[in-house]
């Protein structure tokens, strides 16, 4: 310290004195003081624990809503797949049947087009609540749905009468499927053949494919074959 400053002194508080009500007065002030920070901390604790219930339920709500309409949109998928093969794999009704026996006057006509038409429209009325417009005309020209163009030519009728349907557990729009299909021609033979494969639906819950097991419909022991 230099000699300038060697004379200057600091104020000390040590013979500080207090009468004793000022000294109340202090105390209650720094009491307050204290209290009241603590006050505005704990009004935080009520509404932090508000919120955090609030977000909980919010999303277990959500947990129970969407699990629910998963569960109910696979349900009905099901159900749309199996309705589909019982059309595919029985019949034909009394519509289809009037129209296939008028093909060959038709062929004679000279209207091989308007038959065509004619088949195309029973199956886009009959499948329409399935599957698109343009899925359907392909499927009939792939024989996928007009499998009983086939099996009635020489008289038979199908029945499905029995139909499994199961969703892939690691692709959820795929259902693998077995149907027993049985096959009778009046007066003739009679029999079943089992049909195996699998559809998938699209984001709409429309049916985007179906695929069989060739064998089992145009093989040597396939449905196909059996009602020659």
């Avoid at 207090?18 to 901390?41: A, H, I």
């Avoid at 109910?72 to 794999?89: D, Q």
Wanted: aromatic residues 10%.
């Amino acid at each position: 310290m230099s000699e300038g400053n060697e004379n200057i002194r600091f104020p000390s508080y040590e013979h500080v004195s207090m009468k004793p009500d000022e000294q109340e007065d202090v105390y209650e002030r720094l009491v307050e003081s204290m209290t009241g920070e603590k006050s505005r901390k704990n009004r935080w604790i009520p509404a932090l624990l508000t919120a955090a219930l609030v977000t909980l339920f919010i999303l277990a709500g959500g947990y129970v809503v969407m699990n629910t309409v998963i569960t109910n949109h696979t349900a009905s998928h099901e159900e749309e797949v199996k309705e589909v093969l019982e059309k595919i794999f029985t019949g034909p009704d009394d519509e289809l049947k009037n129209l296939m026996d008028q093909e060959n006057r038709y062929i004679e006509e000279g209207n091989s087009d308007e038959y065509f038409d004619l088949l195309l429209s029973y199956y886009k009325d009959t499948y329409r609540a399935y599957m698109s417009s343009d899925t359907i005309e392909q499927y009939v020209n792939e024989t996928k749905l007009s499998i009983q163009v086939f099996t009635y030519t020489d008289g038979y009728h199908l029945k499905a009468e029995k139909i499994d349907v199961k969703q892939d557990k690691k692709r959820e729009e795929s259902y693998s499927f077995t149907v027993d299909v049985q096959y009778e021609k009046e007066g003739g033979k009679e029999g079943n053949v089992k049909v195996t494969g699998d559809m998938s639906v699209d984001e709409q819950g429309m049916i985007s494919s179906i695929r069989y097991r060739d064998e089992e419909l145009w093989g040597e022991n396939g449905l196909i074959e059996k009602t020659r």
